[in-house]
C-alpha cells in the first residue's frame, strides 16, 4: 500500500493510504471522478505493519481500496456499511475528535 501522512503543525494530521495498484489511477462512478495521486497518497510503498502504525491513534484518515479498507475494519477503526464505492472500489474517511 501507498502511505503518505500529511502533517499539520496545529494538529490533526491526515493519513492518505491507498491499494499499490490503485496509485495514479483515476476513479469515476455517476458523475463522480477521483483521481488517486501520489501528491496526496504519496510515493511510498509500505508494509501493513507500517500502516498500521500509522493508522493507530491518527485523528484523520483517508482510505482507498480494498486492502486499506479492510485493514482499518480489522482494526476495529469502521465498518464496512461506512464507506462508499467509487466505481466498485471502496473508500473512507475517518475523522476522530
Not at 63 to 77: C, D, K, N, T
Amino acid at each position: 500500500m501507498y502511505l503518505k501522512i500529511h502533517r499539520n503543525p496545529g494538529g490533526g494530521d491526515v493519513v492518505a493510504v491507498c491499494d499499490r495498484e490503485l496509485h495514479n489511477q483515476v476513479l469515476t462512478d455517476e458523475g463522480r471522478k477521483v483521481w488517486i495521486h501520489e501528491s496526496f497518497y504519496g510515493n511510498r510503498l509500505v508494509d501493513e505493519e507500517e500502516v498500521r502504525a500509522a493508522l493507530d491513534g491518527a485523528c484523520n484518515i483517508n482510505l482507498m481500496g480494498e486492502r486499506a479498507v479492510a485493514l482499518a475494519i480489522e482494526m476495529g477503526l469502521l465498518e464496512r456499511s461506512a464507506c462508499i464505492e467509487i466505481g466498485s472500489v471502496p473508500h473512507a474517511l475517518i475523522c476522530r475528535v
